[in-house]
């Protein structure tokens, strides 16, 4: 049995251009932080929510807790957190964070604001 090569490239043509018009997988994180509580005890916030991503967050630069910030999380202090999961935060308390609403932001979006007494 021969193959006829203009049916190999016509073939090959038509699976290109399906391979074109095939849709493409995007994956995207909608997922924004909640936070529940914000404690205080001592110089440390203990926060507890869900969504704080997988742990590991803690150490990605666009993910810290930011203290001290406006109702709309503006200004304020990013701290980085000295333990961090998927439910629970803790961070110190710079002397400079004042009081204000604190936030949690993870890979870059920001979470609910809760309402916290530094002083």
């Known amino acids: ?13 038509l699976m290109l251009l399906l391979a074109a018009c095939a849709p493409k997988l995007t994956i995207e994180n909608t997922v924004v932080p909640t936070l529940f509580s914000a404690k205080v005890e001592g110089d440390t916030v203990r926060l507890q929510g869900r969504y704080f991503g997988d742990g590991m967050s803690g150490a990605s630069e666009n993910s810290y807790v930011l203290i001290g910030a406006d109702v709309n999380g503006d200004n304020g202090v990013a701290v980085r957190a ?5 439910t ?10 004042g009081f204000g609403f604190v936030f949690v932001v993870v890979d870059g979006t920001k979470s609910n604001g809760l309402a916290l007494n530094t002083q």
């Open 88 to 97: 629970r935060i803790e961070a110190t308390i710079p002397a400079n964070a």
């Open 1 to 13: 049995m021969t193959t006829n090569p203009r049916l190999i490239s016509l073939f090959a043509l």
């Open 82 to 86: 000295s333990s961090w999961s998927t």
